[in-house]
Each structure stands twice: as C-alpha cells, then as structure tokens.
C-alpha cells in the first residue's frame, strides 16, 4: 500500500513568488491534515480536511495560503506571495476516520526555503 | 491552551542502554496521545498510540505510558541500537479529531 506522497521533497524560492505543494493521501483515507515545522519550532497544525471540504483551518497563518481539495482527493497548499517566514517544512497527513481515535500517516515533507 | 514539552531536546547513550524519554503537556483533557520518530529528511512514523483510557502502550522493545493526571507521558526504550537514532515526538489530540499539538522532541544518538 502506497504511504501518503509528497511534492516536490525540496523547493527553492525567492521571496515574493508562489509556491505550490502536493500531497497525495492514502487512497480511502478521508481526512487529510496539512502540518508545518519552521526552524528551531514545533510542528505546527494548519488545516483539516474531510474529503472536499475544510474541517478546520484554524492554523493557517494568514492569506497567503491558501489549501484546496479538489474532489476529496489530493491536496494542493499554496503559498503565494511567498515571505522569508514561510521557509520550513510542510508536512501532509491522512487518517481513515474524524474521530480523533486513529493514527495519523504522515508524508516525508516539503522542504521550503525562500531567500 | 494546550502546551507540550519534551525533556530532553538531545540524548546520546551507548548501545545496549535502556532510556527514557519524557513528555508533559499542560491539559489533561486528552483524546490521546501519539509518539512519533522522525529520521532525517524523512517523515514521521508513528510508534505508538495511547488512548485517554489507556495507561500504557508496548510494540516490541519500546512501552508507552500515560499519566493523564500528572500529564505526563513517557517512552521507554529497552536495549538500545544505533538504528534507534532519531528524533523522538511526543504528539497530544485534545480533540476529537486528528488536530496534534506536537512537543519539539528529543533527539536521541545511540553510539556502537
């Protein structure tokens, strides 16, 4: 079974410009998290989905991100404009149920830098 | 608000040495609690899950144990190896969702 994937593994960006991430959930796995864990910080919540729609985007920062789901399958985080602050890694979640009970599989991150 | 808090931020012990790991947070009102690993430029795996109910959790040479009164957590770790090396995350849902409020872990080194 595939894990949750995500993409790209690494990206580079100068300030000002727009960024997107990927994740692909497990497939039948519902509920899809975005996480993120800037330098010297913990990860961090930033938003919940249950299919299609927002759970809860309570963590998102401001603006200038903005998360979709289109057809309660993959999800795109973007970043636009980018700021320095942004630079951190974005991690992806999945779990098969909302009710809080079950593990959660995390993807192997996006490594974002903005210079 | 929920705070979580791992002591210590690094550990490094010979191999063949049991260890603890420590994790408190603030709100003893938990769903439950996760231990994550994380290894370099990889993602998280989840170790173990503790339900509120619960007071432990044991997978191979590793047992978690809970104290929500205390809240408190700790992992313990039997026979270390150098392929234990990694960041260990402690990991608290307050809700019922998969909502984790996260400690900044503890990054252990067991040496050969």
């Known amino acids: 079974e595939a894990g949750v994937t995500q993409f790209p593994s690494h990206s580079v960006i100068e300030k000002g410009q727009t960024v997107t991430l990927r994740c692909d959930p497990i497939?039948?796995?519902?509920?899809l998290y975005w996480y993120r864990r800037v330098m010297g910080k913990e990860i961090k919540f930033l938003l919940h989905?249950?299919?299609?729609?927002?759970?809860?985007e309570s963590g998102m920062p401001n603006n200038r991100f903005l998360a979709e789901r289109t057809g309660g399958t993959y999800s795109t985080l973007k970043v636009q404009p980018a700021e320095l602050e942004d630079s951190g890694v974005y991690f992806c979640?999945?779990?098969?149920?909302?009710?809080?009970?079950?593990?959660?599989?995390f993807g192997s991150g996006t490594q974002l830098s903005v210079l | 608000k929920q705070e979580v808090t791992q002591i210590p931020a690094a550990l490094s012990v010979p191999e063949g040495e049991n260890l603890v790991l420590n994790c408190s947070f603030t709100?003893?009102?938990?769903?439950?609690l996760q231990w994550f690993r994380q290894d370099p430029g990889k993602g998280l795996t989840s170790l173990l899950l503790?339900?509120?109910?619960?007071r432990e959790q044991t997978s191979g040479r590793l047992n978690a144990s809970l104290d929500k009164s205390s809240g408190r957590s700790t992992l313990y770790i039997a026979a270390s190896q150098p392929g234990d090396s990694a960041t260990y995350l402690c990991?608290?849902?307050?809700?019922?969702?998969?909502?984790?409020?996260f400690g900044q872990g503890t990054t252990l080194q067991v040496k050969p």
């Open positions: 990991a608290v849902n307050s809700g019922n969702t998969g909502k984790l409020i």
């Open positions: 709100d003893s009102a938990i769903y439950n």
């Open positions: 979640a999945s779990s098969p149920f909302s009710g809080g009970t079950e593990k959660l599989f």
């Open positions: 497939s039948g796995h519902d509920n």
């Open positions: 989905f249950v299919k299609e729609s927002k759970q809860d």
């Open positions: 503790i339900q509120s109910s619960q």
